[in-house]
């Protein structure tokens, strides 16, 4: 069975760094993009970025370029979206997701989700 | 950047009855076009994909139709769980989803 497995709900500060995971199994973890999507009270979905834990290649929304970083490490295997510096504006809900079929290039749709993980960024 | 437009905002529709959610690209994106339901307090769940093609163990009466920039989400009969927000996800380059149809009970 596949399975995406995120990380606990998070409360943060304005300026802290933060690092949450996705975990995966029941599939071959090096064979199929993870995206993250962000999910923010009141609005609608937004696709961050996608990564491919085959080669390590990363994808990212304009609107996320150099906000967000995301990463992997085969090992565990986990994927990691991280923040150097919040800000209360990233306080959301957080997915990742696994590719569903056919895939190029990091475009993807998305099948299998993880449960979501709640960032809080308050002073 | 290829944006999704989609209409209504929202649907006000009684359980039994037909839901047209539609989803209009700002340039084709040939049939690389997802659908996904999403409910409060749960992930989103992928419905249609290749515009056309129901996900697995997906009712069959969800169906998705269109191709290039016109794209359709059909309930055929709405079931009390099918009352959530819709939305489209293009993916033909540069991911992205649409802003969202929430069904509503009328």
């Known amino acids: 069975e596949v399975r995406l497995v995120q990380s606990g709900a998070e409360v943060k500060k304005p300026g802290e760094f933060l690092k949450i995971s996705c975990k995966g199994s029941?599939?071959?973890?090096?064979?199929?993009?993870i995206a993250w999507v962000r999910h923010m009270p009141g609005k609608g979905l937004e696709w961050m970025g996608i990564f491919y834990p085959g080669d390590s290649s990363a994808k990212y929304s304009p609107s996320f370029q150099g906000q967000v970083t995301i990463s992997a490490d085969r090992s565990t295997p986990t994927v990691y979206l991280q923040w150097r510096s919040l800000k209360a504006s990233d306080t959301a809900m957080y997915y990742c997701a696994r590719q569903y079929g056919y895939c190029s290039g990091g475009n993807c749709s998305l099948n299998y989700w993880g449960q979501g993980t709640q960032v809080t960024v308050s002073s | 950047e290829i944006v999704l437009t989609q209409a209504p905002g929202t649907l006000s529709l009684s359980p039994g009855e037909r839901a047209t959610l539609s989803c209009r690209a700002s340039?084709?994106?040939?049939?690389?076009l997802a659908w996904y339901q999403h409910k409060v307090g749960q992930a989103p769940r992928l419905l249609i994909y290749?515009?056309?093609s129901r996900a697995i163990g997906i009712p069959d009466r969800f169906s998705g139709s269109g191709s290039g920039t016109d794209f359709t989400l059909t309930i055929s009969r709405l079931e009390p769980e099918d009352f959530a927000v819709y939305y489209c996800q293009q993916y033909g380059s540069s991911p992205r989803f649409g802003g969202g149809t929430k069904v509503e009970i009328k």
């Open positions: 029941g599939y071959s973890f090096t064979d199929y993009w």
């Open positions: 340039r084709s994106v040939s049939n690389f």
């Open positions: 290749g515009a056309s």
